[in-house]
């Protein structure tokens, strides 16, 4: 069901733009808004009108008070995201998800796929062509790249890696998954790492870097050292680096990606002999 709260141009076509802490507490409240909203019986109408105030407020602290039409594509269906016994409960539920607009345009959504108990999980940012036609991730040439970097490190999704996205479901054109599709698909990603319990969490890319450790900081200062991912009631150390993608595209990136996968190698070294 598509409700139209108010009138005017889409946010997006305003290019808002968040900044240093006042972009953080707008993104918190984004995803505050997505882990409120779906957790509820609220009709599509009410969703709706919830979102579009806490979206509103973002706008307020981000600093730039926000007028204009807002859409949303939320179902009356309760999408009881965070509520999972497994990851086969998550896939399915995946499978009718309708909480964002990136519904209307997939072919198959991207749960994710790998180890049942990995030392690492692989977030990245969102399915492209390639995984929306085949509903696997990181399959096209940044996914082969990327098994490469896990080889290397002696990880591979077939034995001890499960690889996922911050946002299961492709965004048109590859354009970057925005702030209320990453909140919308939080709880998705929450169930998946509570159910996996991960060792470590290596984050590839900006977005995902960003959403996991709620931070504005560019990948260049997020990368190169372990942080501790507070997320479902766990804490869990967590490595970024450069998206292979990024590397694809500028090798000067794949110096500073190889020290960060062996800063990861020493640690699994570590908490193998039970140091860490
Ligand atoms: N890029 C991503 O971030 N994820 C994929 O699954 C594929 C490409």
């Not at 882990?35 to 609220?42: A, D, E, K, P, Q």
């Not at 973002?58 to 990851?87: C, H, I, K, Q, T």
């Not at 607009?101 to 991207?110: D, G, H, I, P, W």
């Not at 490469?148 to 996922?164: D, V």
Request: charged share 25%; hydrophobic share 35%.
């Amino acid at each position: 069901m598509r409700v139209r709260v108010c009138k005017s141009a889409k946010r997006e076509q305003a290019g808002f733009q968040s900044i240093g802490p006042r972009g953080l507490w707008g993104n918190s409240l984004v995803s505050l808004r997505g882990l409120f909203l779906y957790n509820t019986g609220m009709t599509a109408e009410e969703k709706a009108s919830v979102a579009c105030f806490i979206d509103v407020a973002s706008d307020m602290v981000r600093g730039g008070y926000f007028r204009g039409e807002r859409e949303y594509n939320f179902s009356d269906e309760p999408d009881a995201v965070g509520s999972f016994d497994s990851l086969d409960e998550i896939a399915a539920a995946l499978k009718n998800c309708k909480a964002c607009r990136l519904c209307e345009t997939r072919k198959n959504a991207v749960p994710g796929e790998g180890a049942q108990s990995p030392l690492v999980m692989v977030i990245g940012e969102a399915p492209g062509a390639e995984e929306d036609a085949s509903g696997r991730p990181f399959v096209g040439k940044a996914g082969q790249l990327l098994d490469k970097m896990l080889g290397s490190i002696n990880l591979s999704r077939e034995t001890n890696c499960f690889i996922a996205n911050i946002v299961k479901c492709r965004p048109p054109e590859n354009r970057d998954p925005q702030p209320d599709e990453i909140a919308a698909c939080a709880g998705f990603l929450e169930s998946q790492i509570q159910t996996l319990n991960p060792r470590f969490i290596l984050c590839v890319g900006r977005l995902s870097s960003q959403a996991l450790l709620n931070s504005t900081e560019p990948i260049g200062k997020l990368r190169g050292r372990f942080m501790d991912c507070k997320i479902a009631g766990m804490t869990i150390p967590l490595i970024a680096t450069y998206h292979p993608s990024a590397l694809l595209r500028n090798e000067d990136y794949k110096r500073p990606a190889w020290d960060d996968l062996k800063m990861l190698r020493a640690a699994l070294g570590s908490s193998e002999s039970g140091a860490t």
